[in-house]
């Protein structure tokens, strides 16, 4: 508990300033899979102060999104009535989410990091479990390179990307795309620079 109120309390204090710590503009990977939109319902998990789902409402799709920090979620309020599309926001974190049963067309994680092996691989279970047979999960984060590069993410090995890290939480996934990747971002404050990148679309099986 003591390790929790400690993590909130630091990205409540980083979501804390007057601009978007990630910018106001969707994660550039999520937008190149907007050929694979197609309507339908989507869950943005820890997506802070909601450029990722506001983006994704833009495109036409209901969406569900959620933070632990009241801060993020106050601003992501904000963020979507600026660019008037409705959000359902939720403050929660992962294991109070209430995931459900194959609710959502689309599970969208982009950079949610702060997950050790073990919790990450019980995130992932929770992903899987959420979305509908025949759905596409979509995955952004960083890749092991970016250790040396030190321009966002957790700064910890174990809990960077690999393509095989993916494949192998998801083995039963039809690959629609998976890439590693050096690329000049600039996202905010919190991601900026040149970066080693991950990315993970696949589709769930329909039985």
Known sequence: MAKFSKSLERWNDRFSVNHYLFGQE????????????????ALAIADGEGRNSVWLAQQ????????????AIQKAHQLA??????VNFMCSD?????????RYDYVVGI???????????EIFAKMHQTLK????MIIQGYGEKQLEYKTGGPGVLENLYTEKLLKS?????????????????????GHEGM?????????????
């Open 81 to 86: 009535q600026t660019k008037k599309v409705s």
């Open 26 to 41: 969707a994660n550039h990977y999520l937008v190149e899979q907007l050929k694979h939109l197609k309507g339908g319902r």
């Open 169 to 189: 939480a998801f083995s039963d996934y039809e690959v629609l795309d998976s890439q590693t990747y050096e690329k000049e971002i600039s996202e905010g404050d």
């Open 111 to 121: 950079f949610f990091q702060f997950a050790d092996p073990d919790d990450r691989t």
């Open 60 to 71: 036409g799709v209901q969406v569900d999104a959620f933070d632990f920090s009241p801060v």
């Open 133 to 136: 047979p025949g759905g596409l």
């Open 94 to 102: 992962w294991k109070s989410f209430d995931w459900g049963q194959a």
């Open 195 to 207: 970066s080693s990148l991950v990315g993970f679309v696949g589709r769930k099986s329909f039985t």
